[in-house]
């Protein structure tokens, strides 16, 4: 499994009321468990600055990636990047094997 990051800005018409966040974030969550049962979050943020979410994941590949991203766009992102990330450990083996 590959880990990505998932980089969200939500639409001012979909976070006017704060208190539905929990709800909808769980609508989302669902439909991302259903088109993407291999993806395994990690850990999911709250952000102060240019996005509001970032979540850590697991994903097969760079496909299921763009699904993740595309079902943020059609829930009420205005704006869903997902980065790949390499751990640590596995860079540092890439750099050593130049």
Do not use: Q
């Not at 979909?14 to 439909?31: E, S, Y």
């Not at 595309?70 to 750099?95: C, D, F, H, M, Q």
Request: glycine share 4%.
């Amino acid at each position: 499994m590959k880990t990505f990051i998932l980089m969200t800005k939500l639409s001012p018409e979909f976070i006017k009321n704060p208190k539905t966040r929990a709800a909808k974030g769980r609508v989302w969550l669902d439909k991302v468990k259903k088109s993407c049962p291999n993806v395994k979050f990690i850990s999911h943020y709250a952000l102060l600055g240019k996005f509001d979410f970032l979540d850590i994941y697991e994903a097969p590949d760079e496909e299921t990636a763009a699904k993740v991203s595309l079902i943020s766009l059609a829930n009420g992102a205005t704006a869903a990047e997902s980065w790949t990330a390499i751990p640590y450990k596995r860079y540092l083996k890439v750099i050593k094997d130049l």
